[in-house]
């Protein structure tokens, strides 16, 4: 019980600190603040940033408690339909409020749909076995090495990530290993190259879709100009992917040898015939291809991710009962993240703030490394999306209105190199759910996971700022 | 964090402080609460969810004074307060309708016997554990090292969590 007290007063004081440090900054006068011409909405939006960095980063609630808790104070303190009292329009120095309806819509924004449409392919797929059932037919394929057994697992961990959720992904695949790795001698060391591949393999996976991880929905939501289409994401994404796979592949079987010669893993392989579980293989195909293929038909991914939703409840494939296990609290924790850059945006804070730190002074280039920087170890220590809740309209606001960052392409790439960095984070159990999950089969260490994803986090990072120098040279983006 | 408890029922004093040694590694996070009557319990547990706290697994004894374990869990099944509480009967002596009725009418989710081992038990515990904190809606996280990880990984593997 000791263990649980401490837990709790440690919540508590927690809580404490997250709730007085942002009350300090509301009820101070404007004229503390370094930015000139700062309005009283946007010291509340600062108040509100504190308030949703502190409460996303000490996590006192749960992180998509949190997303509402800030939609809701935007509307009693920001919005044209808050608290009257709370209301000085005719004062100067007072700003713009924010309209209710736009801060509504972050509930149903265009990229929350395009999740809710991925949700629905995945929650189909799971229940119709589809997953299970691809990893068993592919699997015996990469043989019975155990280095080769590894690669299957983590490639398919990383193709199922890029449609499926991270965590859902890694849970299916460790279900799978964890009976094979009772065969395996006491000693083999082999055994956390496996546990540790899975989870990796999936955080990595993420970056290939836009739909692969919910800060890749963050940042289509501030790159909405650049017209980033799905097949355009995959095109850098996926190689990206790809060459991370390999080099963690390859920094497993280094640090963790098998000492086996042979796995034998056998999953059982029955892909449903029914006609219901036929309409879902089709309905999987058919939405992807539609999503790789905009250029042709003219629908946005966004209008796309409606067809799998639709398909599924008229057919009954995802009845009510599917319906209530879809993971809301995810797509309220992205609608926060959306509601707080709204907020930063459309009260011009982000622009004052930035605009006020002397960023011309560095090369754009210093900008560009530091701020992918600080996306990869704030998400080690956090929740990836609130990171990209937390980073992304800033980055998108330093591309835009720091006229220098136009050397390195400005704000596209200021922001897809800080989502990609943000999923590179996952050096320890807290850094991504999936690596919570590994931590739970009691098989692996913390330090052997901070090796590999220090490492992991370290090239990655240097992958991607590589990436983005060539995408920006060759003009991919505009 | 929430203060998750588990009960035990068993009118022998020794027997009861077996079961509470094999169980001390939930001790680190669950309170364990010992009680030596099904009326004991009872009344433990209405005191738990008036503090607002959550019951989540029951160990009980099946032949004891006054109120039989099996009537007490049948008890305990039709009170829609408990309905997510896991149940486990460890007994020696259940007769064959004791044991129906437990099934049928008490809903029972382990049946173990006595003498039990150690490593049953906390086996049995942790799983019920897992299901109990998933379907109350806690989050896990804190809770890992004591839960079953094959049913944590089978029963998220659905839920498209971030």
Redesign the interface.
Known sequence: MRTLRSLQSAKRLKLIIALVIPSIILILPTSVFPFDGITIIQQRVIALFFLAALFWVLEPIPIFATSVLLITLELLLLSDSGLTWLQHPTDASFGTMLSYKEIMATFASPVILLFLGGFFLAEAASKYRLDQNIAGLLLPKFGKNPKMVLLGLMSLSAVFSMFMSNTATTAMMLAIIIPLLKTFPANDKSKIAFILGIPFAANLGGLGTPIGTPPNAIALKFLSDAHLTFGKWMAFGVPIVLVMLVLCWLLMIAFFPSSAKEVNLSIKVDFLKTPKAKLVYLTFVITILLWLLDFAHGMNSYVVAMIPVCVFITTGVINKEDLKAISWDVLWLVSGGIALGLALEKTGLATLVIQSIPFDQFHPYTVFICCSLIGLIMANFMSHTATANLLLPLMATIGTSIVNMQQVGGSVYMVVATTFCISLGMSLPISSPPNALANATGLVQTKDMAKVGVLVGLIGWLLVLGMMTILYLIDFLS | ?E?VTIILVEDQREVLQAIAKDLEKF?????IEECESAAEAETVMKQIVDKGDYVAVIVSDHVMPNKSGVDFLIDLNNNPTFKRTRKILLTALATHQDTIQAINKANIDLYLEKPWKKEELVFAVSTMLTHYILDAGL?Y??Y??L?N??I???????????
């Open positions: 964090m203060n001790e680190e996070l669950i309170r989050d996280t804190p890992v090292s839960l990880s094959e944590l990984f089978t029963r998220l593997r659905n839920a498209s969590d971030v």
